[in-house]
């Protein structure tokens, strides 16, 4: 429950983009910089600072887009696996893509992930336990 692995992957694919255009960025700045300092000859600080331009409206929509998936995401983080009856036998447990191979049994209530990403088990009458 609560793993979405396409989204998952395109916020690492984002993140890793958005790392990579700020290095651009930087490398821009660097060149506006140098081509200030030292003359610009082939008039190409005009077009450098329009590439500039253009590389932060990139990076803010990749950010507002890895914003909208991190919302997502920790939507998904806080689901529940809800139990009615109880579990018995070998019954492994996804929450938010961690794991638990249940080696006990559990009654009525619901899984979900604390805090700390520990799959915890909360019985009907909301006591908290770690799952194992």
Do not use: W
């Amino acid at each position: 429950m609560g793993v979405h692995e396409a989204l998952e992957n395109r916020h690492r694919a984002l993140q890793f983009e958005i790392a990579e255009k700020q290095t651009n960025e930087d490398n821009l700045r660097k060149i506006i910089k140098q081509l200030t300092h030292t003359g610009d000859p082939k008039k190409m600080l005009d077009r450098v600072k329009a590439s500039l331009v253009e590389m932060q409206k990139n990076i803010v929509a990749l950010e507002q887009e890895s914003n909208s998936i991190d919302e997502q995401l920790s939507h998904l983080r806080h689901s529940k696996v809800e139990i009615t009856q109880g579990t018995s036998g070998t019954v492994e447990v996804t929450v938010a893509n961690h794991k638990v191979r249940l080696a006990k049994e559990y009654g009525r209530g619901y899984f979900t992930l604390s805090d700390e990403n520990r799959v915890l088990h909360v019985d009907s009458k909301s006591f908290c336990g770690i799952a194992s």
